[in-house]
């Protein structure tokens, strides 16, 4: 009911296939499969720093969000740990994704000089929130329990009980979004 809100266009399954089948041929399309398999916000993920990704326990740490119930901890899905590993590896950059110079990225820099670009290169016309609409609903496709959406994607939940008395651990989620 935001009359503010964009229409939101979730990525169909031909363009994620698309991104798979691409995935190998330029290391910024995993970008996107990472945004997709994890739900986050593109600045989450820009300004994700790698003291705060644990590659061995398949998590990360949001520990600045837009909401307060954006800080969180995300779990990496088994099909991109291979693209958080090759980043965490990259450079000396304390970021997890980095320009080619081993930079911080600023959204704009990202969304102009590479976004644009890839959307261009596989045919698609998106923005970088649809991959948590996409997320969101490989999620519910899968028939996760919408407890587990909401953690992951760090939306606040409807219920008091289900917010305040449900504990979930970082294997249940991956669990959950290993399911996609």
């Known amino acids: 009911g935001n009359p503010n809100a964009l229409n939101r266009s979730p990525f169909t399954k031909a363009e994620i296939k ?22 986050v916000r593109i600045s989450e993920m820009l300004d994700l720093k790698k003291e705060n990704v644990n590659i061995d326990e398949q998590y990360f740490n949001i520990i600045a969000s837009k909401t307060e119930s954006g800080i969180r901890t995300v779990p990496i899905a ?24 081993g930079n911080h990225f600023e959204y704009r ?41 909401q953690k992951i994607v760090g939306h606040k939940g409807q219920g008091v009980t289900r917010q305040v008395y449900t504990h979930l651990e970082i294997q249940e989620l991956l669990e959950e979004i290993n399911k996609i």
Request: hydrophobic letters at 35%; aromatic letters at 16%; one cysteine or more.
């Open 109 to 149: 820099n990202y969304y102009d000089s590479y976004w644009t670009p890839l959307m261009n290169a596989i045919n698609a016309n998106h923005t970088p929130h649809d991959t948590r609409h996409t997320c969101v609903s490989l999620l519910t496709a899968a028939k996760v329990d919408e407890r587990f959406i």
């Open 78 to 101: 088994d099909k991109i740990l291979p693209f958080f590993k090759m980043w965490y590896n990259k450079n000396d950059c304390e970021y997890l994704l980095s320009t080619p110079e």
């Open 18 to 39: 698309k991104l798979w089948n691409v995935a190998d041929s330029n290391e910024y399309f995993t970008t996107i499969l990472m945004l997709i398999y994890s739900g």
